[in-house]
């Protein structure tokens, strides 16, 4: 049986609520149509959440919030690939089109360039995607978010929520070939670039404010016009995008745009920079991780449960979502899916479930529900009206009437209409399906296990446990 995987993000609760109808829906279908499989959950999965929390954060795609109760958010960043699975994804992506073309437009894009840092040992480099690199000469350090690969040993010494720490590792300057320090700062952002930011104190603001309040040295390498070396015109920091080159040796004299474009021919012919479209979708909750005795328990959400049971699914999954995530989890599981599998997710079927409008219409809880899923096509807003609670609650009476009556196989007239309403269940059309069994309904006289069958599967009523539904369903035409 295919998972079926249901994605609510921050979904008002009465979207939520028929967003879970829907897919109890299609769970019905999928045990009546294909009994003989279980349907894979979180139990069955092959991979435990501590192993793949493992995994994401080696390859730093994970990051940290600490709240004030000593619990732990964990955030998901996607990986550059996963990134360009989605971007690069085609008409075989499995996704509707208007769907990939809200994946596609919800990316930030940034050009620039990725500058490798080689480590000072040899061991492996960093790679920093920077927008303005004309004033990198005057680079003092590098700056990483805590979760990055190059801050393990920090992040383990220091645990969660370091302001800034030093990693006791320098990496080379691939202009230069000076030594700068790798810094752990909460300031970096792990949704953009490579979550690594070369740290210039005297040309950037935010630089400016972390080198004063670590230490680190404030040169320039850019200078404003008529600055002559002398006091007067010593000048202030942040020079940002203006002057001129200072203390640069052959590169001395250069406005910025000059500037950047000579040290990136120098860089790119040392193979030390390439030219890059950094693209971004942004970072997703993932869980948390929660005190327990000397052990942190991850508590996971909803869209990590679903990113690993699909992951690890032999078959395509059905993918269910509030319309409104259609650019938020269902394109974070699209991402996490990848980073999880190595490939692009590649669903058999995408249901958008829109939402319901509030209404001033009073009923029992469940007759609500019901209304909200049969009231009008999941692509539909559902407008719960009087009149639909009305035929919720009716069909509803007449069914446990009808439990009370003998039991016999239905006549012809009868299957006839039972198969239209079994054709609509199995093309995911609740509304159609509850309108059909409702006039199929008002015709019978008898109870019949296939009527029984029908009714489990549209609205999850409960079958007498002397039924089999499973064969009854079965032998509905």
Same mark, same amino acid.
């Given at each position: 049986?295919?998972p079926?995987?249901?994605?609510?993000?921050?979904a008002?609760?009465?979207d939520?609520e028929?967003c879970?109808?829907?897919v109890?829906?299609l769970r019905?279908?999928?045990?009546?149509?294909?009994p003989e499989a279980p349907?894979?959950?979180?139990?069955?999965?092959? $991979?435990?959440?501590?192993?793949?929390l493992?995994?994401?954060?080696?390859?730093?795609?994970? @990051?940290?919030?600490p709240?004030?109760?000593?619990?732990?958010?964990v955030?998901?960043t996607?990986?550059?690939e /996963?990134s360009?699975?989605?971007?690069?994804a085609?008409?075989?992506?499995?996704?509707?089109?208007?769907?990939?073309?809200?994946?596609?437009?919800a990316?930030?894009? @940034?050009?620039?360039?990725l500058l490798?840092?080689?480590?000072?040992?040899g061991?492996g480099?960093?790679?920093?995607?920077? &927008?303005?690199? @004309?004033?990198?000469?005057?680079?003092?350090?590098?700056?990483?978010?805590?979760?990055?690969?190059?801050?393990?040993?920090?992040?383990?010494?220091?645990?969660v929520?370091?302001?800034?720490?030093?990693?006791?590792?320098?990496?080379?300057?691939?202009?230069?070939?000076?030594?700068?320090?790798?810094?752990?700062a909460?300031?970096?952002?792990p949704?953009?670039? &490579?979550?690594?930011v070369?740290v210039?104190? *005297?040309?950037d603001?935010?630089d400016?404010?972390?080198?004063?309040?670590v230490?680190?040295?404030?040169?320039?390498?850019?200078?404003?016009?008529? =600055?002559d070396?002398?006091p007067?015109?010593w000048?202030?920091p942040?020079?940002?995008?203006?002057?001129?080159t200072i203390? $640069?040796?052959? =590169?001395?004299g250069?406005g910025?745009?000059?500037?950047?474009?000579?040290?990136? $021919?120098?860089?790119?012919?040392?193979? +030390?920079?390439?030219r890059h479209?950094?693209?971004?979708?942004?970072?997703?909750?993932?869980?948390?991780?929660v005190?327990?005795?000397?052990?942190?328990?991850?508590? *996971?959400?909803?869209?990590?449960? *679903?990113?690993?049971?699909?992951?690890d699914s032999? @078959?395509p999954?059905?993918?269910?979502a509030?319309a409104?995530?259609? /650019?938020?989890?269902?394109?974070?599981?699209?991402?996490l899916?990848?980073?999880?599998?190595g490939?692009?997710?590649?669903?058999?079927a995408?249901?958008?479930?829109?939402?319901?409008?509030?209404?001033k219409?009073?009923?029992?809880?469940?007759?609500?529900?019901?209304?909200?899923?049969?009231?009008a096509?999941?692509?539909?807003?559902?407008?719960i009206?009087?009149?639909t609670?009305?035929?919720?609650?009716?069909?509803l009476?007449?069914?446990?009437e009808?439990?009370?009556?003998?039991?016999?196989?239905?006549d012809?007239?009868s299957?006839r209409?039972?198969s239209?309403?079994?054709?609509?269940v199995?093309? /995911?059309d609740?509304?159609?399906?509850?309108? +059909?069994?409702?006039?199929?309904?008002?015709?019978?006289?008898?109870?019949?296990?296939?009527?029984?069958?029908l009714?489990?599967?549209?609205?999850?009523?409960?079958?007498?446990e002397?039924v089999?539904?499973?064969?009854a369903?079965?032998?509905?035409?």
């Amino acid at each position: 049986m295919r998972p079926i995987l249901l994605l609510t993000g921050n979904a008002a609760a009465a979207d939520q609520e028929r967003c879970r109808g829907f897919v109890g829906f299609l769970r019905r279908r999928a045990r009546l149509d294909t009994p003989e499989a279980p349907e894979p959950g979180a139990a069955g999965r092959a $991979t435990g959440d501590d192993e793949i929390l493992l995994r994401l954060s080696g390859e730093g795609l994970l @990051s940290y919030a600490p709240d004030a109760d000593g619990t732990v958010e964990v955030f998901y960043t996607p990986s550059r690939e /996963a990134s360009r699975s989605v971007l690069e994804a085609g008409a075989g992506s499995g996704f509707p089109e208007a769907v990939q073309k809200k994946h596609a437009a919800a990316f930030r894009s @940034s050009e620039g360039a990725l500058l490798r840092f080689p480590a000072e040992q040899g061991e492996g480099h960093l790679e920093v995607f920077i &927008t303005d690199w @004309s004033p990198c000469p005057a680079a003092c350090a590098v700056a990483i978010h805590r979760a990055h690969p190059f801050a393990a040993d920090v992040a383990k010494a220091e645990g969660v929520g370091v302001t800034a720490a030093f990693t006791g590792r320098y990496v080379r300057h691939p202009l230069t070939g000076d030594l700068l320090p790798v810094w752990v700062a909460d300031w970096v952002r792990p949704d953009f670039g &490579t979550g690594a930011v070369l740290v210039n104190p *005297a040309h950037d603001a935010t630089d400016l404010a972390f080198g004063r309040a670590v230490g680190l040295p404030i040169r320039f390498a850019l200078v404003p016009a008529g =600055y002559d070396g002398s006091p007067e015109t010593w000048p202030q920091p942040p020079v940002v995008k203006s002057g001129q080159t200072i203390r $640069t040796g052959p =590169y001395d004299g250069l406005g910025p745009a000059e500037a950047a474009a000579r040290y990136f $021919t120098v860089m790119a012919e040392r193979g +030390l920079a390439v030219r890059h479209r950094d693209v971004q979708a942004g970072r997703w909750r993932i869980g948390r991780l929660v005190p327990d005795g000397a052990e942190n328990r991850f508590a *996971a959400a909803g869209l990590f449960a *679903a990113a690993a049971a699909g992951a690890d699914s032999s @078959s395509p999954p059905i993918l269910a979502a509030a319309a409104a995530e259609q /650019a938020g989890e269902l394109l974070a599981l699209r991402l996490l899916a990848y980073d999880l599998n190595g490939r692009p997710l590649t669903p058999a079927a995408v249901y958008l479930v829109q939402k319901v409008q509030e209404t001033k219409v009073e009923a029992p809880p469940e007759v609500v529900s019901l209304a909200a899923l049969v009231g009008a096509p999941v692509s539909q807003v559902a407008v719960i009206k009087q009149q639909t609670i009305e035929q919720v609650q009716r069909f509803l009476r007449v069914h446990r009437e009808l439990l009370a009556a003998a039991v016999a196989e239905p006549d012809d007239a009868s299957l006839r209409a039972f198969s239209k309403v079994k054709a609509a269940v199995r093309a /995911a059309d609740p509304a159609q399906a509850f309108s +059909l069994l409702l006039q199929a309904q008002k015709q019978l006289r008898d109870l019949s296990p296939a009527y029984l069958a029908l009714a489990e599967a549209v609205a999850g009523l409960v079958p007498p446990e002397n039924v089999n539904t499973i064969q009854a369903w079965s032998q509905i035409p």
